[in-house]
């Protein structure tokens, strides 16, 4: 079972900035990782996915171009860059596993290991 904890997440004004960090505590260079989210009142969904070098990226259609997964695989850990944010951005943002597959992953019930998230917030 890897563990991640999921750190940046805050209150920012739309049209801002928010970077998020999730750490692994074990190796995750053979794994997809990608992130999730839940709006108030809405089903957890999908949101960016980064294969296992790096090198192949998958985004949900409302953040392209304004959001960028990167990942540090001596670090064990994954970044979400939030630009351009919009109210309609607001959740809990999740980052996540699927140990072994070392594709992209856009299926949520796929991946194997969860963080607790992190709340972000945008004001308009």
């Known amino acids: 079972q890897v563990q991640l904890v999921e750190s940046g997440g805050g209150l920012v004004q739309a049209g801002g900035s928010l970077k998020l960090s999730c750490a692994a505590s074990?190796?995750?260079?053979?794994?997809?990782m990608g992130w999730f989210r839940q709006g108030p009142g809405k089903e957890r969904e999908f949101v960016a996915s980064?294969?296992?070098?790096?090198?192949?990226?998958a985004y949900t259609d409302s953040v392209k171009g304004r959001f960028t997964i990167s990942r540090d695989n001596a670090k064990s850990t994954v970044y979400l860059q939030m630009n351009s944010l919009k109210a309609e951005d607001t959740g809990v943002y999740y980052c996540?596993?699927?140990?072994?597959?070392?594709?992209?992953?856009?299926?949520?019930?796929?991946?194997?290991?969860w963080g607790q998230g992190a709340q972000v917030t945008v004001s308009s």
């Open positions: 980064i294969n296992w070098t790096g090198g192949i990226t």
């Open positions: 074990g190796r995750t260079f053979t794994s997809a």
């Open positions: 996540a596993v699927r140990t072994g597959f070392r594709g992209t992953t856009t299926d949520r019930t796929l991946y194997d290991s």
